[in-house]
């Protein structure tokens, strides 16, 4: 009697394909192939969403001119423009708006009705990613987007109950020496310890001496890309010095969100 092959373990290639992710800021003139963006918009779509109720949608921004003025809305980041593709990433409640408008019903809103369209979003975004980078793309998120989110709602007529959150830059990486400054390079996480703990969170001692050992190998990493004296709490304290977009809870209101 013969025995049937077994399948393929994948395992591997998939955790060695989540432990090389870089983020690409080169990449080529190649456009993005359509039936790409859909093998790769449909695999997402199997990501995991509260209730099912999918609260997530996709906006390809297409239009050269638009790309154009994201890339300066997004605070001049060439690669909006130069990537094969460029996608806006929202969560939404639109869907769920009108549904309960025909059914003749009330649609609740409230700070957990928000989070719930960001986390299916993020969800959804982030198999998005590893999508295509399993197809051999390579991919940025924006966070930019939303420092100048008003105009960029302006642009690309945003309606109601739609909650634009960052964009995403997907392409094939431009081929870079190893010594270009561009190259993209796997950035040093912190300890697993630092972020996996049994039934408590540590003593602050404790996660001070971690994050010492992270700003460490974040120093050697950052003195090999031409940044010597640079570290990891550093940048940490220097971005969360003042608040950040503040502008943001009257944008999302305006768009039907309620914080409260």
Not at 40 to 60: K, P
Request: glycine share 8%; aromatic share 6%; with cysteine.
């Amino acid at each position: 009697m013969t025995t049937a092959p077994s399948a393929p373990d994948f395992s591997d290639q998939l955790l060695d394909l989540l432990a090389s992710h870089t983020s690409v800021r080169a990449f080529t003139e190649k456009p993005l192939d359509d039936a790409l963006v859909r093998r790769a918009v449909g695999a997402a779509q199997m990501a995991s969403t509260s209730s099912h109720v999918q609260a997530y949608s996709l906006i390809r921004v297409r239009s050269t001119s638009n790309r154009a003025e994201l890339a300066e809305l997004c605070g001049g980041q060439e690669q909006v423009q130069s990537a094969g593709g460029f996608f806006v990433v929202c969560g939404e409640v639109r869907r769920h708006a009108l549904a309960a408008e025909r059914a003749g019903e009330n649609m609740a809103r409230n700070l957990e009705s928000f989070l719930l369209t960001v986390i299916d979003a993020s969800l959804f975004a982030e198999k998005l990613c590893v999508a295509f980078e399993g197809l051999g793309q390579g991919i940025c998120y924006i966070g930019g987007l939303r420092t100048r989110l008003a105009e960029v709602d302006r642009l690309l007529d945003i309606p109601e109950h739609v909650y634009p959150l960052f964009g995403l830059c997907v392409g094939e990486p431009e081929p870079l020496d190893s010594d270009d400054p561009r190259k993209p390079v796997p950035k040093p996480r912190l300890p697993l310890e630092a972020v996996l703990f049994d039934d408590r969170y540590p003593s602050d001692a404790a996660m001070l001496r971690l994050m010492d050992e992270h700003d460490a190998k974040m120093e050697a990493h950052y003195s090999e890309r031409g940044r010597p004296g640079h570290n990891w709490t550093g940048g940490l304290v220097r971005r969360m010095a003042k608040p950040l977009r503040e502008e943001l809870a009257a944008y999302y209101q305006s768009k039907g969100a309620r914080l409260e």
